[in-house]
């Protein structure tokens, strides 16, 4: 069983784990069918009305029960997408973002608090990582969302705050936990998750077996460019990293998105566009096999303290416009809620910088 202190976590807990913890408490595991969609759908043991007092104060005194609270949330005026700063138990805080689209709600969820990574554009990585979120705490974001809007959430995107992979244990357990029946019932083809490129962590996902989408942030055509925006490439070069991605598609069959952020005068000129098509196609269609490749284009947020900007609309077209020249799909990301600044990080760097905190706060490691 996942847990940070004495208690279990029950959004941690899977059912058979829930079960094993109720007969513990000396209640019968049917119990465990009573109560595991009712932690899922936002409700404490306190809150609940089919099972008994006794049960509950039980329930209550073994294990915690802690959605996210909602320390600061901004709606956007133009798009309706919903921008919030959750507060964990431990007072840290994580951003999550919910966007509307014909076909449904998409929540972009947060797996750490910071990260590690060092991504020169990116504010996450401002101050390092300080912790690991919880399973219970990476679902809460999607429930605790759910609930305040009083909305579905159909489908989940793990490009918040962190890296995902960095946190491998407890994300895989969160899939596993989101998709079940019994609780919110996400399917994993509704679920997509972003990496900055940890090989060994990709390899591991890819014998899981799990049919959710891989989204790699690439950002560069070559090692060089990419080593200087994406301190992860040092250890995994980009042909270490595509030799990944087949493997991956190799065993999944499921289609790998690759992000690639457009930063005026680092990587957006049409010679890079160029150098980009040839190498995907080199490395991922070179054995004559049908892999689909799509490239996701993104202008770069602009951070105060990267000093990034992003491309201009032309550069942009001539981009996307140079790829499908040569075979690769590329679209361009539309920016949601651009009035309250709905890309990941910012907001919570607002809430640290106004609380005194250093840049430095919480740094653990970077590659």
């Not at 759908?41 to 609940?48: F, I, N």
């Not at 919110?184 to 990709?202: A, E, M, P």
């Amino acid at each position: 069983m996942e847990s940070t202190n004495k208690k279990a976590e029950l959004l941690s807990l899977t059912p058979d784990e829930l079960r094993a913890l109720l007969v513990s408490l000396g209640e019968p595991k049917y119990r465990a069918d009573q109560i595991f969609p009712q932690l899922h759908r936002g409700l404490s043991p306190d809150a609940m009305t089919n099972v008994g007092k006794i049960t509950r104060q039980k329930l209550a005194e073994a294990a915690d029960y802690h959605l996210p609270r909602i320390e600061q949330k901004l709606v956007s005026a133009i798009d309706g997408t919903v921008k919030y700063l959750f507060a964990l138990a431990d007072g840290n805080c994580v951003e999550s973002v919910v966007m509307r689209y014909e076909h449904g709600n998409t929540v972009c969820i947060s797996s750490q608090v910071g990260c590690r990574m060092g991504c020169r554009f990116c504010a996450s990585t401002i101050g390092g990582r300080v912790r690991d979120l919880s399973a219970g705490e990476l679902l809460g974001q999607v429930i605790a969302a759910q609930a305040d809007m009083g909305e579905r959430i159909d489908n989940i995107v793990m490009m918040g705050i962190g890296e995902p992979l960095d946190n491998f244990d407890a994300v895989v357990r969160f899939l596993r936990l989101v998709n079940n029946e019994a609780g919110l019932n996400i399917g994993y083809r509704h679920i997509s998750l972003s990496t900055c490129g940890l090989v060994d962590k990709i390899d591991e996902l890819a014998a899981l077996g799990l049919p959710i989408t891989l989204s790699i942030s690439l950002h560069a055509p070559d090692d060089e460019t990419r080593s200087a925006i994406r301190p992860v490439n040092n250890k995994w070069g980009v042909d270490a990293l595509l030799a990944a991605c087949r493997r991956y598609y190799g065993k999944t069959g499921r289609r790998i998105s690759f992000e690639y952020t457009l930063i005026a005068g680092k990587n957006d000129s049409v010679e890079q566009a160029e150098k980009l098509a040839r190498l995907l196609n080199s490395r991922l269609r070179s054995k004559g096999d049908s892999m689909p490749i799509h490239v996701n284009l993104i202008p770069v947020n602009e951070v105060a303290e990267t000093g990034f900007v992003h491309s201009g609309d032309a550069a942009v077209r001539a981009f996307a416009a140079t790829l499908e020249k040569r075979g690769i799909r590329a679209t361009v990301r539309r920016k949601l809620g651009p009035d309250i600044n709905a890309s990941c990080g910012q907001l919570r760097r607002a809430a640290m910088k106004a609380e005194g905190e250093g840049d430095g706060e919480g740094r653990k490691g970077t590659f």
